[in-house]
């Protein structure tokens, strides 16, 4: 299984990106998946994650902000960010949700600017 991450880039404060993760193999549509974020200094934490059925839940400090989302059709997973933050610095990655030691890919890199 692989996990290539893109959408990432720079933003100002306030701005949106829309990050995408192409996932390898037919098995995406049988795993609840996350987003990952390691910011800065921090370890990385889950900052959403979406069920294989659909149902999602999100961190207290996205909530209201991001919004994940899935097409199992082409083993796609999305994380839209709005209201960026400065504080949304920080690499992000998709992973299965709990996330598979393994299957780490690269991830995308997100920078906003105050």
């Known amino acids: 299984v692989q996990f290539v991450e893109s959408g990432g880039g720079l933003v100002q404060s306030g701005g949106s990106l829309r990050l995408s993760c192409e996932v390898s193999?037919?098995?995406?549509?049988?795993?609840?998946m996350a987003w990952y974020r390691r910011a800065p200094g921090k370890w990385r934490e889950s900052v959403a994650s979406i069920s294989d059925s659909g149902r999602t839940s999100y961190a207290d400090a996205v909530k209201g902000r991001f919004t994940i989302s899935r097409d199992n059709a082409i083993n796609t997973l999305y994380l839209q960010l709005n209201s960026l933050k400065p504080e949304d610095t920080a690499v992000y990655y998709c992973?299965?949700?709990?996330?598979?030691?393994?299957?780490w890919g690269q991830g995308t890199q997100v920078i906003v600017s105050s």
């Open positions: 193999g037919s098995i995406f549509r049988l795993y609840a």
């Open positions: 992973n299965t949700d709990p996330e598979r030691d393994n299957w």
